[in-house]
């Protein structure tokens, strides 16, 4: 099949393409490689080292003996987009080119705009861009579970059932989502259905969990295909982020009481569920939803379970409870549905102690390369103010810690290269 991909350059874009290209299909990847300026922004970056984009694509090339082939295109520039798309005439596509941050769509206002625009815009110009030159096209795209929140009923996949006034009716989810980025998920879950709706275009809407793991067996098989590995507070997830505390010494830090529970997911299982989603393509018309993940936890007991995992392996790590920047519910009622996948072919791979064990491992081998002061939270959900635990978790602020700070202030005050993004994007 031929396959376009967005966003191939990231975390889980990277492993599908290579993936999708393993399986034999055809696939061109593009990116727009907002993710690596987004870390320079933030002074962040993968742990591990990775290649540029078109270094990936030829080690790929030398060591399958496969092509993928990857261009730089905008989602947000409808000329580039739909040039690509009339010329590739994909038979899937599967979006993945969003800024897929909820810390970083709190930052302030430029930031929320920037998300917004990206991800609602990009998702839009697609749809057009499908509707006009490659109709039959399914489009996969990455939502998130988060745009749900965490209701006291259990969460359906995507639509429920309701009774109302005697009458009954199969309707959306009703969604909570936790932020400006799930919002913005949120925002295109609505554009892609009207669209689905209106032009009788086909889609699936994957609610992906908190992804966990690194490698695929592809991304681990050369050093020129390894994968991103993020542990900021900003676009790390918690687990990952646990196993880098662990490989820094610790301590784990908790937001808040700990209780918070979401679905999660391993990266192999990731790949999987797309190329599940691809084989079995909805009829036209239907915004088909499925709940990308495979197992729920709260972070408390990712916490135990990451310093069990250390303790056998000889390290010794705290567990620290500290200020939660988010507003969200710390504990709840948790159940969500996530059999549509399962049904579908998927064998999950379950947490497991030798994936934590792994993880730690691979932390420990680039830890050189960690940026301590980039791994708790600096940014306040309730009102945008700078949280002080950065630079006071080791005792002492670091020169790199109190930057980060003046530049949280800086854009707060709009004069960033961040709030001249945005703007440039409003036009
Ligand atoms: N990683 C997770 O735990 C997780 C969980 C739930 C949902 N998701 C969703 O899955 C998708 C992929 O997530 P990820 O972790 O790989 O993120 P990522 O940030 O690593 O990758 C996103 C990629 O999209 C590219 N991109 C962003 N905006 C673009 C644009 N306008 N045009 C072209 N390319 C653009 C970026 O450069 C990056 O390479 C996102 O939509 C994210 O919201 C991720």
Redesign the pocket.
């Given at each position: 099949m031929r396959i376009l991909i967005?966003?191939g350059?990231?975390?889980?874009?990277w492993p599908t393409s290579l993936h999708l290209s393993a399986a034999g299909h055809e696939v061109v990847l593009?990116?727009?490689?907002?993710?690596r300026r987004w870390d320079e922004e933030l002074h962040s970056g993968s742990l591990t080292p990775i290649a540029e984009l078109q270094q990936r694509v030829a080690v790929w090339q030398q060591y399958s003996g496969r092509s993928i082939t990857a261009e730089i295109?905008?989602?947000?520039d409808e000329g580039q987009l739909f040039e690509v798309i009339a010329r590739v005439r994909p038979e899937a596509t599967v979006h993945?080119?969003?800024?897929?941050s909820a810390p970083y769509s709190m930052i302030d206002a430029s930031h929320a705009v920037a998300t917004q625009v990206?991800n609602v815009v990009?998702t839009l110009n697609l749809l057009f861009a499908i509707r006009d030159f490659a109709p039959d096209c399914h489009l996969v795209k990455?939502g998130?579970m988060g745009e749900y929140g965490t209701p006291d009923i259990d969460i359906e996949e995507g639509y429920i059932e309701i009774e109302h006034n005697g009458r009954c009716d199969v309707l959306p989810y009703p969604k909570q989502p936790g932020s400006f980025y799930h919002l913005s998920k949120v925002h295109d879950s609505d554009n892609i259905l009207f669209a689905c709706r209106t032009w009788g275009l086909r889609a699936t809407d994957l609610n992906?969990?908190?992804?966990y793991n690194v490698q695929t067996e592809h991304t681990a098989a050369h050093p020129g295909l390894v994968n991103?590995y993020d542990y900021d507070a900003v676009?790390g997830?918690v687990l990952n982020r646990f196993c880098v505390q662990t490989a820094l010494g610790g301590p784990l830090t908790v937001y808040g009481e700990g209780g918070q529970t979401r679905g999660f997911i391993d990266l192999r299982d990731t790949v999987r569920c797309i190329e599940l989603a691809i084989e079995t393509p909805p009829p036209a018309g239907q915004m088909r939803v499925m709940n990308q993940f495979t197992q729920q936890f709260s972070v408390a007991e990712l916490a135990a379970l990451v310093a069990k995992v250390a303790a056998r392996k000889g390290i010794e790590v705290e567990i620290r409870k500290v200020g939660n920047p988010r507003v969200e519910r710390e504990r709840h009622y948790y159940k969500a549905a996530h059999s549509a996948l399962v049904n579908l072919g998927l064998k999950p791979h379950l947490m497991s102690e030798e994936t934590i064990e792994r993880l730690i491992s691979i932390a420990i081998e680039h830890r050189g390369r960690a940026r301590k002061e980039t791994i708790l939270p600096s940014i306040r959900w309730r009102d945008g103010g700078a949280m002080h635990s950065p630079v006071r978790v080791d005792g002492e602020a670091s020169g790199e810690a109190a930057d980060r700070l003046e530049a949280t202030m800086r854009w707060r005050r709009g004069d960033s290269a961040a709030a001249g993004f945005a703007r440039g994007r409003m036009g």
């Open positions: 967005a966003g350059d990231g975390f889980c874009g593009i990116d727009n490689l907002m993710r295109v905008d989602l947000t993945f080119a969003e800024q897929s990206n990009g990455l998130t992906q969990g908190i992804v991103r676009f997830t």
